[in-house]
């Protein structure tokens, strides 16, 4: 356990506008805020920073405007009685380049320990035992890790750790050679000497700069391959050259790890937070037997606002936003159904996401097979779609405010 002397601060990478993880759902919402098991994609690390034992505050760091975080900044400031800040970045400056930029506000609770996470992870955030394991390890950081599938690790960050004390020996970004399945889960608890070392590899730029007596040609091609000064990469500025150098060690989560890149993802992390809810928040999860509610089967997550008949079925792994209405004989699963959306008698939904405002007609159906990772394997409806009475779209993309009065199979509607 921390003393009653250590502060903590947390630091969440929002991004910004040029991702569009979850187009064609969303043109409009930014991604933190896209709703995955009924709260934003980044209520979920936030609320999991909740349960850090003396957290000062959260800063959400990214590029999109100030008035697009402001209203949900200060909802969940209130909400969790914890200080959420949003710091807006005028430029890049790469992920440790972003927490130096705002080392002086981020110090100013003169805090112990700083978590730096990623928005576009879904886990369980096991953030209290990392905290507890940064301690004893010493160092200057600790890094969240889990072991994947051979096949998979070249995709991400492989490191290789002492099996006994866990320190970090070797490092390496989506290598194109197998290294290790052991891989970086982007969220990350350090020491304030974290800004020392960053600071040194912005000197150490600037020291090559003013040593280098090279042509204009030289100069020119130098130019393109080094970053700016002020850009600092966490993964191969900071974790690749101070590995095997004891300052920075592995926490391994047995649990889920995912990273949302797409919408079909967030579909698969919708269910995993729906999920975590049994540990962390039984109240979220709806419950119903048929009776005077809808049959509820598994984890669902229902708005306390929307209109659900009782002859509906619903779940396993749905989640219905606010607003929604869903009719007599209606069956759902595996679906994201979000503000507005009216789903009419006896249509079904099936590993879909469903946009704001949408509308189902009577025994229409809206599905796919629940690929994940395909680019058709879920069923997507842009915001204000309508799919006309007995209409039936199969593994099919539609765009915002189209009207489908023919079936579809395996398109994409334009």
């Not at 949302?260 to 995993?272: D, E, M, P, Q, Y």
């Not at 729906?274 to 009776?291: F, K």
């Not at 507005?340 to 097979?369: F, P, Y």
């Amino acid at each position: 356990m921390g003393s009653s002397e250590e502060k903590v601060i947390a630091a969440i990478m929002v991004g910004g506008p040029t991702k569009g993880l979850f187009r064609p759902v969303s043109f409009n919402t930014p991604d933190p805020l896209f709703p995955l098991a009924g709260q934003p994609m980044v209520h979920h690390p936030i609320s999991a920073c909740k349960r850090i034992p003396n957290l000062a505050q959260v800063f959400l760091i990214g590029f999109y405007e100030e008035r697009e975080f402001a209203l949900y900044v200060s909802s969940i400031s209130n909400e969790l009685k914890v200080p959420v800040r949003y710091l807006k970045e005028e430029k890049p400056h790469g992920s440790a380049g972003a927490l130096y930029y705002f080392r002086d506000v981020i110090m100013e609770d003169a805090p112990t320990h700083i978590f730096l996470l990623n928005c576009d992870v879904c886990c369980s955030f096991p953030l209290p035992g990392m905290l507890d394991a940064h301690r004893n390890y010493g160092g200057m950081g600790t890094i969240l890790v889990i072991k994947v599938s051979a096949e998979s690790a070249n995709q991400f960050g492989e490191l290789i750790a002492d099996p006994t004390t866990k320190e970090l020996l070797h490092y390496t970004e989506k290598p194109e050679t197998f290294v290790s399945d052991l891989i970086n889960c982007g969220v990350y608890v350090f020491t304030p000497d974290i800004f020392s070392a960053i600071q040194d590899v912005i000197t150490h730029r600037e020291d090559r700069a003013n040593l280098r007596r090279v042509s204009s040609f030289e100069a020119l091609q130098s130019a393109t391959k080094t970053p700016p000064k002020n850009f600092v990469r966490l993964d191969q500025d900071i974790l690749s050259p101070l590995a095997g150098k004891r300052q920075l060690y592995t926490y391994v989560t047995m649990d889920y790890w995912e990273q949302i890149k797409n919408a079909g993802i967030s579909l698969k992390c919708s269910s995993l937070y729906l999920g975590n809810y049994r540990l962390t928040s039984p109240h979220l999860l709806a419950s119903g037997d048929g009776g005077r509610s809808a049959t509820i089967i598994g984890d669902v997550y229902v708005h306390p606002s929307a209109k659900i008949h009782p002859t509906a079925k619903i779940g396993p792994n749905v989640s219905i936003s606010a607003n929604v209405r869903v009719a007599a004989g209606v069956r759902l699963i595996n679906c994201i159904i979000l503000d507005d959306v009216n789903i009419m008698e006896n249509a079904v939904v099936m590993h879909a996401i469903i946009g704001w405002k949408s509308s189902l007609g009577k025994w229409s159906r809206v599905q796919a097979e629940g690929d994940y990772s395909a680019k058709l394997g879920i069923a997507i409806l842009g915001e204000a779609a309508t799919v006309e009475d007995e209409v039936v779209v199969i593994n099919s993309i539609v765009l915002p405010n189209k009207t489908l009065n023919v079936s579809v199979q395996d398109e994409i509607i334009l």
